[in-house]
């Protein structure tokens, strides 16, 4: 049911942000709360989400959903961001987009005391973004529950790569 109302809702933008990326646009689900907040529950509700006692969100379409997910399960959400957005000691770390290279940090104040961790993203694709957050916390030592995504883009098997539990709503 969740799944359709969703599908529904997202919107497909042919070579955006550039040749051969077919791009989803997830926006339009927070202009319409009843499906928002549907979505905010599903993803709460998963087993990963419980089992997780931290929630790491990614830069920038994660918070959307991430920040939500924390507040509703009342679980502590730590942020992943581009560079030059955190201040204080970070552990960074690059990787490969389906669009491009970047890179992520997370303070490291911000693990401290902190033990297992959900990853939450709007989408997955390559499994680059994951796979980049997942090495920062094994560097740290800290154990990964799983991930949770409202998109996941079958045929590019991120799911392979990612190497942890997955949960995503729609399929595509
Ligand atoms: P990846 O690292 O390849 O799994 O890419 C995942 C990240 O890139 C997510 O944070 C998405 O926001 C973004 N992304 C990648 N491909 C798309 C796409 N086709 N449509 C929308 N966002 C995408």
């Known amino acids: 049911m969740i799944e359709s109302y969703i599908k529904e809702l997202i919107k497909e933008y042919p070579n955006f942000p550039k040749d051969g990326i ?3 646009d997830l926006m ?12 905010i ?16 969100a990614i830069d920038a379409r994660g918070f959307l959903f991430a920040t939500s997910i924390g507040l509703s399960l ?3 959400v730590i942020v992943a961001r581009k560079p030059g957005k955190l201040p204080g000691n970070l552990i960074e770390e690059s990787y490969e987009l389906e669009y491009g290279t970047n890179a992520l940090s997370i ?3 911000a693990l401290l005391n902190k033990d297992n961790f ?3 993203d709007d989408l997955l694709a390559t499994g680059g973004t994951v ?3 997942s090495n920062i916390l094994k560097k740290e030592g800290k154990k990964i529950i799983g991930l949770s995504v409202v998109v996941e883009l ?8 990612v190497n942890m539990e997955v949960d995503s709503i729609v399929k595509y």
């Open 28 to 39: 339009p689900i927070l202009a319409n709360p009843k499906v928002y907040k549907l979505l």
């Open 131 to 133: 796979s980049c957050i």
């Open 154 to 161: 079958l045929e590019l098997r991120g799911r392979n790569k």
């Open 118 to 120: 959900v990853i939450i």
């Open 107 to 109: 303070q490291k104040e």
């Open 22 to 24: 077919l791009f989803k």
């Open 41 to 56: 529950n599903k993803m709460g509700q998963s087993s990963i989400c419980k089992r997780a006692e931290n929630i790491i």
């Open 74 to 76: 009342e679980k502590p």
